[in-house]
């Protein structure tokens, strides 16, 4: 395997709004040891006095000197500095990656996060997170074909138990200190390292091992990390300077090389009983997850075939969609998925702008897992289809435009209901009127069959948009994705997954 230079990653502890300091330290360490590709915040990124600082980078009159992720609120206070809980740009190189999910570097480093802290409330309050987020979080990422673990896991709390085998964290009692669900989170997607903050004080664990030895294939290890705050008095170490290869690029002997002062798995006694109990976080559904990537990089997930229940006592399980057989640019957890594209997302389903579309509101109704067709949907999947159906014919018509909608399974990999204005193979079309048109396909058929008719001149007259890849290739990253933030901004009134 080629080598390949290593990432320089900074990490930092609770920033609270002292940017200044945060940023004018970053700038020192980057004169002194060259540059770094980016900054990783954990913890409380705003404080009680953040106004007078923030303003200056919200307006442009300041910018971060390196590409900066932070994580949400913690707090009923701070809520307001993250206006869309999905994630965004909230200044020039100031990222708020969101509540959950998957981030992938154009390098093809995979970070995890998860913001806020522990909530026992269902839904949880939007500064915290629950056991049903930790459980769809870790589904949408252990589902993944060969998933080994992620690079980097972010969270805002302590995982319970961290301490377990490990030196000593000061005078934090790890027995107390922290969640239980984020070592749920830590012991299931094994990050290669795992920061924290809150407790104002640095900890850096004793690595340690993601299998048993003897009786498991050795697996890399996992390193924990805390951070004290940004400015602290005791002159506490709050920000972390390390280099690291993404995984996904690494010679796997490299990559599980145990070193020397490796301790025991702190969480493995407690996954050990949950997985004896099947006792699960909440009650079992399919999965969602949440996915910020760069505009370089695309990406998501999968989840396995559903097992069936042993008798009629036991509970039925929600159905479970299919692997792919290949790549898939669909499938919301693929790394070949557009996600500059992505308008909306829901429990099981997500809008995204079509790749070269006929118009800027030509709109694709996706499942998150893999299906090929709706006919293979679970009732809840066919739900949110129908939801998302209702809510772009509401949104249509607010704005005096008619609408189609097509699916075909024909030499289809992952189901795509296209909107867009005006076991056998088929082709289905349904009307705003309310007409439906259903053709089986018998020996060769187009396969964009679809988009040709709504692109001849009898509908929408642009012939030269037949092929998506043609409109496709004048079409920057960037210009697409202003086209999906329109969308996204007048769709928002009608969107249901903002409100569920």
Known sequence: MMAVAPLRVLACGD??????????????????????????CVGNFFGATSEAEWAKYRTGAKKAPIPTYVLGANDQETISYFPDVSGCELAENITYLGRRGLYSSSSG??????????????????????AKDVMELKACLLSTPNFKGVDILLTSPWPRH?????????????????????SDLAASLKPRYHFAALEKVYYERLPYRNHTVLQETPQHVSRFIALADVGNTSKKKYLYAFSITPMSLMDPAELVKQPQDVTENPYRKS????????APLCPEEEPTCQFFFDLNKHQGKKRPSDEKAAGDSQPKQAKKPPQPMGPCWFCLASPDVEKHLVVSIGMHCYLALAKGGLLPDHVLILPIGHYQSVVDLSSEVLEEVTKYKSALKEFFRSKGKRYVLFERNYRSQHLQLQVAQPGTPYFYVELDTGEKLFHRIRGRFPLHFGRAVLASPALLALPQ??????????RAA?????????FRRD??????ALRD
């Open 109 to 130: 480093l995979q970070i995890a996060y998860l913001s806020g802290t522990e909530s026992q409330d269902e839904p949880a309050p939007a500064y915290s997170f629950s």
């Open 15 to 40: 920033v609270e709004g002292r940017l200044e300091a945060l940023f004018s330290r970053v700038r020192a360490v980057q004169a002194k040891s060259g540059h770094f590709d980016m900054l990783l």
């Open 478 to 486: 960037e210009e697409e994705a202003a086209q999906a933030r329109a």
């Open 491 to 496: 769709f928002q009134p009608f969107d249901f």
């Open 162 to 182: 961290v301490g377990t085998f490990a030196n000593s964290a000061g005078g934090i009692d790890t027995k107390k200190c922290g969640s239980k669900l984020v």
């Open 271 to 278: 996954w050990k009983e949950a997985q004896k109990t099947k």
């Open 465 to 474: 948009q037949a092929d998506w890849r043609r409109c496709a290739a004048g």
